[in-house]
């Protein structure tokens, strides 16, 4: 029951999907590929070894009978008319973020889930197969440290280039936050709110960094989230949860400890890239297991899709007005009601 | 050269202080008292085996011509008119906090220790001494981590009685943030706003507990601190300082570590008491020994009481307007611009 | 080009192999299954859904031409005569510790082996592919804390059953220090000393525990290995390498940290089985990988599984005489002089 | 009731010493000093602002009637005839270490202090008084990890001097470590060994370092120290109790954290002077408090001092046999066996 994939997007995300489907997980294979970069499509097969056929587009690589799902890896604004074309093709669907590049094109997405009748998609947000995040929700599950009141939250990134702005820090940086500090607590967002502290020197001259974004949810939990790409020391995700009984955080990265030159310490990741590799793999084994044994995805869903696009255009207003702004979501579907715990977490 | 104390007020923090003075610290003596409980008075010389005179009230303790020093640790509303008969008396004062109940009454003392011409008065604001802001602030002087761009701090208690109102976790908790964020990053505020999060449930009917206050200074440096004062599991002060090359943070409290029971672990202390033992001593330790070394103290100043009651009374303004108020102090006179370093931290 | 299994010995260590080829890893495939007990080897089929054929012995799986590898999970005294077998039949072998019960039985391996002209045998030491043993390793390459001169390393389980002797203490826990400790430094051992401290009243009557084994190298760093099987609080593996320059440790289990009841804790396993998942993943997919790749195996060697041998044969012995025992190797055969890095490390 | 002190020996310990009475501690005064370098003793007088008599010897000194205690920081050869004198002129007198040079002349003074009548006597072992190792006793004796059972102790200096030499190892670095030891665990020593890893090339010609020094107690615990005064990164001093529930360890040098440069750590000491200053300071404090509490001194005995001699000869004797060696303590006279507490620690 091996799990055929079409691939719609062949650059270096689409690629590390396909070196892991290939050389690292079990039980999916690549049958076929497109890109618009017909020549970056051709050349996936001979660099990973590939027995897949080439298409010109998305369409006709979702007409191929041995496509049994797709990752859509292409860049952002193509996502949605793949996603809507895969889920009327009756394929699975393993999209990057984001899910569409605005709320209404989440929610034709949702729609279109609906109708068809069953969940097709799973949004890329592998923060929840992190195995420190997966253990902070236990914690709250488990009621260990009481109800949860306040997060504290940071993203630090050792620097950015120069075509980084600072909507970006919203698009690119806060979004894996957006996603899972709500999965965390089980609550929706109400309110988001950004300020500006001194900015740092090494940001470049059109960038505001950093910021601290705060949101606060129906629950009135208050969540502060530091988003700070130019922090030089390294790549640091923290995650603080403070309950009524006690307060639980995300290990730090595990490196070996050392003691030399009069410091004892360990060593801080330099690269994103290294930080969540367990999570990567496991998102994608979890697609495929899950919809072999229950016949749909088990991760992030379209709305979840739908909540990152409202939130973020919430809080990218909110960068330019500096009050605090209103996150309005429409109800939430019963179809989406089901349980999206990760089967390998 | 011992230097010979008076104490006003008798009550738990004088007697913590005459014991110090006493049997702990070199250089002092206690050679008078008094208390509005005159019995309270009496009973210091035999529970310590003083060799003091008791007065009736600070003015005539004051005249006592051996007294060098006095210890202000009556209650709050009592402080300004004891600091100002001191100054006038020509006698060092050591003051618990608050300086004075309002800023015009720091005001009143600040103009009457200018007009005497040098610094007799210490603000006991103690964490100025503590060995990790020590650290901090070296850290910070060194550009160890480049310029300080945000602060996060917690103050956290294991639960607080029900005499314990919303009001005072400004004047009684954050009172120390407030003293010594601005002294680590030597800038001025300039605004400061309250945000409640979800309400613990251990939080008594009255209190909106726990609360987060967000300063800013001039410079631009935004500082949250969380103020938490029944999150249970014990009594924890953090201070985090992120700046442009890297970040700082309070050591935890110095404890084995012990591995037991599936866990690996240090114990949190539970009673305030304990956190800052050495800061205490060492505070006053260093009155003595600067006034000995430069004819006046070194620690915080009458314009650093002033400060904490400008700063708090903004802060209780925006705890209930909800919104971001000014914090509005007066130009700094050039007598107090010295340097206010610990002989002894 | 997957690589098709065939697994002699389908008791608890040969079906977690079986789930991980299957369900986990890439590139492999359970092809045939045998074992004593022929029931457990016919189940395998039905609960792993392996489409799979059940041999009557090792020898007829290893006569299925369709057989690439096989992994040798069946009891101890039994892997020998397997392994030769395989070699006999040209067939790459994954076996699982030990390699033979002897001593003069590994070299049997050896000699096979050399015979045969390339390297078939991977020995089942996963803790070279542990991600803190890697990081141990190349800190010490990279000469990060100059020449290492000590080990001390510790290895504790919260208990053990009746049935565990005190000679297991060697067999089956030291062994896994005594292979890892000697590739980390790149030596070989030289003596070996066993010591007893007070004896725990958590140890059956039978049992002397804990144990320190003192290991020296022919370099002359001395390693001390704590056993430690019934410490109460965890499963718990250190190891600190103290070289000329500084120290480096391993990680401690990553887990989250938590404030509560007046601790600030992290949490320790208590079951071992939870601690070397990723190693074992990560051994056998670098001997598919590797084999792949180049041809031969990439981990640890039948020369590793000789030296695990003679090293706890001395070890047994010093168990007994409370002296310091020599291990005395043979010649290290120039076959196995090649490089032995983890390819997925 | 000030406690008048002479100094016999001005040299950079008696200097400490003099300044810490003098200015940090209560209830201390020095009162007369001497020196076999007379300007040596008369400058300490200016230095320190002393009102204090210089004496040409140690005899005259005691002569003198208001001197209380006597603080014998000479060199080590010369204690023993100071301590003598001092309990026959009927004196208290606060020893640095050694007692004597030798475990006769340990035991001279323990005959001399016993027909005296009462303790006269303190040894400046100071780590009983340092906050770590009093939660590491006072954890051992609420048995929270039950019965000890090993300890791992480790003794970093980050160089030394040529003239340090390879005996030195135990009767200046070890010798701390005798003492704490057995007392941590109220055990007496029976055997010692002593064993030399490969050679630090930081050492220097004539010296082995590092050294693992073996101690085994009557009841069994295995005591295992490495002494590493090479070590290059730091003035470490770790010690680990291993029980039958759980595990204690002494805890890190309180040092803010940072995150800077791709590392997460703490500073590590450099200088050895900075490890102990508290505990310096509490054991005079503590010998002064409790002399005028109790009328004898609360810590480290002559008989403490006697057997750190008894140890250290045999230690001497292992480094030279690489045999484990007998530790033959006489029978400890009743008159030691009160309660030792540390009153202030």
Not at 246 to 254: A, D, R, Y
Request: proline share 3%; aromatic share 8%.
């Amino acid at each position: 029951m091996t799990m055929r994939f079409g691939v719609i997007g062949t650059g270096a995300i689409g690629r590390e999907h396909i070196k892991r489907i290939s050389n690292k997980l079990a039980g999916g294979k690549i049958v076929a590929v497109t890109d618009v970069n017909q020549a970056s499509a051709e050349d996936t097969l001979e660099t990973f070894g590939l027995d897949a056929t080439v298409y010109p587009d998305d369409k006709t690589l979702l007409a191929d009978p041995t496509v049994d799902a797709v990752l859509v890896t292409s860049w952002g604004p193509a996502h949605e008319a793949s996603v809507l074309a895969a889920i009327e093709a009756k394929k699975y669907v393993f999209v990057e973020k984001p899910l569409a590049t605005t709320a209404e094109g989440c929610m034709r997405i949702v729609e279109a889930e609906i109708k068809h009748g069953k969940r097709l998609v799973q949004v890329g947000f592998m923060r929840r197969y992190d195995s420190g995040y997966v253990q902070l929700k236990e914690a709250i599950e488990n009621k260990f440290i009481g109800e949860p009141l306040m997060i504290r939250a940071a993203h630090r990134n050792p620097e950015v280039g120069e075509n980084y702005t600072t909507d970006m820090a919203i698009h690119d940086t806060l979004i894996h936050e957006i996603d899972v500090l709500h999965w965390l607590v089980n609550d929706d967002y109400k309110t988001v709110q950004v300020t500006y502290p001194k900015k740092s020197k090494h940001a470049h001259e059109n960038l505001k960094d950093p910021q601290i974004v705060t949101l606060e949810t129906e629950g009135g939990i208050v969540m502060s989230a530091e988003i700070n790409v130019n922090c030089k020391y390294g790549y640091d995700i923290q995650c603080e949860v403070i309950g009524e009984e006690g307060v639980v955080s995300l290990p730090e990265f595990q490196s070996i400890s050392f003691r030399k030159n009069a410091m004892f310490g360990t060593n801080v990741l330099m690269d994103w890239k290294d930080r969540f590799i367990d999570a990567y793999d496991k998102e994608l084994q979890d697609f495929m297991d899950s919809i072999k044994l229950t016949g749909e995805p088990n991760g992030p869903t379209s709305w979840d899709g739908y909540i990152a696009a409202v939130t973020a255009d919430a809080a990218i207003k909110a960068q330019n007005s500096g009050e605090k702004e209103q996150i309005s979501l429409k109800e939430k579907p019963a179809f989406y009601n089901k349980q999206t715990e990760a089967v390998n977490a």
